[in-house]
């Protein structure tokens, strides 16, 4: 069964420091998301990225954030200047449509900012 | 906007007992409700969607439009069911998936 893939599954970078985050989405979907869990907390909608662009996003995706699709199968998410408060777990996800059919996670990436 | 509760964090059966995971929402639409599991360290796996009315893994929901409701229910838990448990809610338009807060399901021997 296809996989949506995340590397690194652990990343501990210093408060500043720039981090990316990326994923291999499902290779026949077209919607790629981030997703978002602090420890404790609900998973969170980051971002939608359709067509090579921000279909959706929430009030979480801030100046700080930004995602780019750089070839045909990586999606990353990158965390311009991380704060402490970024730290969490950070879901990946692919679906083919506007449906749900084949709306698909990751295994995420726990980013600890120290 | 719409919200997704999902009142218990932790519920804990034993092994042939019934199990009832509570989940409300609220939005003014007509939403798409879904319940997705995460096993120990494994990804979100999708567990039920409402609009395919199926059974999987014994657990069945029921979208109660009245009581903004989607509790996910198993007759006779099995310990391998022992996950978290979120519901989460899907508006017409768009693609973004709002989550409950997760109820952790423990099934003892």
């Known amino acids: 069964e296809p996989e949506v893939t995340q590397t690194p599954s652990h990343q501990v970078t210093q408060m500043g420091q720039e981090v990316i985050l990326r994923c291999v989405p499902i290779s026949n979907h077209l919607y790629f998301y981030w997703y978002r869990q602090i420890l404790g907390q609900k998973v969170e909608f980051l971002v939608s990225?359709?067509?090579?662009?921000?279909?959706?996003k929430s009030e979480i995706f801030d100046d700080q954030f930004s995602v780019e699709r750089p070839d045909g199968s990586n999606f990353t998410l990158k965390i311009r200047s991380t704060k402490l408060e970024d730290s969490a777990m950070y879901f990946c996800?692919?679906?083919?449509?506007?449906?749900?059919?084949?709306?698909?996670f990751g295994s995420g990436t726990r980013l600890t900012v120290v | 906007a719409q919200r997704v509760t999902q009142p218990e964090k932790l519920l804990s059966v034993f092994k042939g007992a019934p199990v009832e995971l509570k989940c409300n929402y609220s939005?003014?639409?007509?939403?798409?409700l879904f319940w997705y599991v995460q096993y120990s360290r494994q990804r979100l796996q999708l567990l039920l969607r409402h609009i395919s009315r199926e059974s999987i893994k014994g657990f069945t929901a029921d979208l109660n439009k009245g009581e903004t409701s989607f509790h996910l229910k198993k007759p006779f838990a099995q310990e391998e069911d022992s996950a978290m448990y979120y519901c989460?809610?899907?508006?017409?338009?768009?693609?973004?998936?709002?989550f409950g807060g997760g109820t952790r399901l423990m099934v003892k021997p």
């Open positions: 939005y003014s639409g007509s939403p798409e």
């Open positions: 989460a809610l899907r508006v017409n338009a768009g693609n973004m998936l709002t």
């Open positions: 996800a692919s679906s083919t449509g506007t449906g749900m059919a084949g709306y698909t």
């Open positions: 990225f359709y067509n090579n662009e921000i279909s959706e």
